[in-house]
């Protein structure tokens, strides 16, 4: 789906109203900064890829074309967090690093089917720093998967400097990596919400 940043930004924008307004009585875990550098990954993204990734999925799910009305209905619905559209190929979870094995066995599968398609699996800077990762990653390098491993990269989890947890970040020549900074918190939008 060919969105620019405004559209993202303005989606977001609702969902965090909504979520104020306590019209969503559910976690949401909002993005924002990240928009060019997501629009441009998808430039290599095709729809019969997969994208997998965390509980920060609202743009990654409209850019691989997920009808906005359809992901605003599963955010109000309390999905917000575990985005899962197989029709459009869009797995998540919200269980840190739930989809790194996941993304492993897709790709693995592509490659002894002889497919042409590619898994693209979303993760945090944290979530890069895990051991999960570094096993997932240096299996689907040495075996020659089609993945691609994209960190968005806001520089905290939750509320931990992941610089100052880890004393820097790994680099691996199997990933792309993008900075961002985003206006929301962790989870929520940025005040409190009583249901």
């Known amino acids: 789906m060919n969105l620019n940043a405004a559209e993202l930004i303005a989606f977001e924008t609702e969902i965090a109203h909504e979520f104020t307004a306590g019209k969503i009585r559910y976690p949401v875990h909002l993005s924002d900064g990240n928009e060019d550098a997501l629009i441009d990954i998808f430039k290599d993204i095709q729809s019969d890829d997969w994208v997998l990734g965390s509980w920060r999925m609202h743009s ?87 993945i691609r491993w994209i960190v968005e990269d806001n520089g905290i989890s939750v509320c931990s400097d992941t610089r100052a947890v880890w004393g820097g970040v790994t680099e691996h020549g199997c990933i792309i990596r993008y900075r961002y900074k985003s206006r929301y918190p962790h989870a929520g939008a940025g005040q409190r919400v009583q249901f």
Not at 61 to 74: I, T
Not at 86 to 92: D, T, V
Not at 108 to 121: M, P, Q
Request: hydrophobic share 40%.
């Open 60 to 146: 990654q799910c409209l850019l691989k074309g997920v009808p906005p009305d359809e992901l605003r209905s599963a955010i109000m619905a309390g999905r917000s967090m575990t985005l899962c559209f197989p029709e459009h190929r869009i797995l998540s979870s919200a269980i840190v690093g739930g989809v790194l094995p996941i993304a492993v066995g897709i790709a693995l599968g592509i490659k002894r089917a002889g497919g042409h398609e590619r898994v693209y699996c979303f993760l945090g800077d944290m979530t890069a720093e895990t051991g999960m990762f570094h096993e997932c990653a240096k299996y689907a390098r040495n075996y020659d998967l089609p």
